[in-house]
């Protein structure tokens, strides 16, 4: 029987209509400067639960030009780089996030490889109840010069989940709503990251410890 989702006018399942859940998050950013071009990590334990999708989070920087040829693998598995988050502020400052559906559970190795040494910061994040055919969607992105900082609206409805990522040259004041993850650090790039659950239509925000280059993304993860 297919029905509609209040004011999101797409059908589904009743049976299968769970929202989208944070499954789990990275325990820890792993960051390096002056840089490399690989790094594993191993701070994130995939649930088991159904219709499962993990999140991978690449911020770079320390390089006049973007990493190329990157290639990010979750227990052997490849990710695929989620459309339109790909940005580079045209200095030295940037942001990729990747995506995969159904994702091994356990405490597997998320492992990043690049062409082109960069400073990083990677984090992760897991979700469960999500479109296992389309899992990432809406990707928007910015950078720029400011305090606030964020990446545009995302189109998110309610029962689906949006998350956002920033990199800067200097640390965060505030990580709002839900912090993923925040840099103390002096390392470079400063990254960070958040998420909540979606409303319609959102702009996940940050706000830098004083006025700085800014580059930032934003995506849907969608109701399965």
């Known amino acids: 029987m297919s029905l509609l989702r209040a004011g999101a006018g797409r059908p589904f399942d009743a049976a299968a209509a769970a929202p989208v859940a944070v499954d789990a998050v990275g325990s820890a950013d792993v960051t390096n400067f002056p840089g490399g071009t690989s790094v594993n990590f191993n701070n994130l334990t995939v649930g088991a639960g159904a219709n499962r999708a993990l999140l991978a989070i690449f911020c ?131 990254g960070a990251a958040n998420y909540t659950a979606g409303t319609g239509t959102l702009a996940l925000t940050t706000t830098a410890a004083s006025s700085t280059r800014c580059a930032a993304s934003g995506v849907n993860v969608k109701q399965g």
């Open 60 to 190: 770079f920087g320390n390089n006049a030009s973007p990493p190329t040829s990157i290639s990010v693998t979750w227990n052997g598995v490849g990710l695929t780089q989620i459309a339109n988050t790909l940005v580079h502020d045209g200095t030295d400052i940037g942001i990729v996030m990747f995506g995969l559906a159904n994702p091994a559970s356990g405490n597997q190795t998320l492992a990043f490889s690049w062409t082109g040494t960069q400073a990083y910061s990677v984090d992760a994040i897991s979700f469960t109840g999500v479109d296992q055919s389309t899992p990432f969607t809406n990707g928007v992105n910015a950078s720029g010069v400011g305090t606030t900082q964020n990446p545009g609206t995302i189109t998110s409805p309610v029962g689906d989940y949006a998350a956002a990522a920033f990199a800067s040259t200097v640390t965060y004041s505030a990580v709002d709503p839900t912090q993923l993850f925040q840099d103390t650090g002096a390392s470079f790039p400063v």
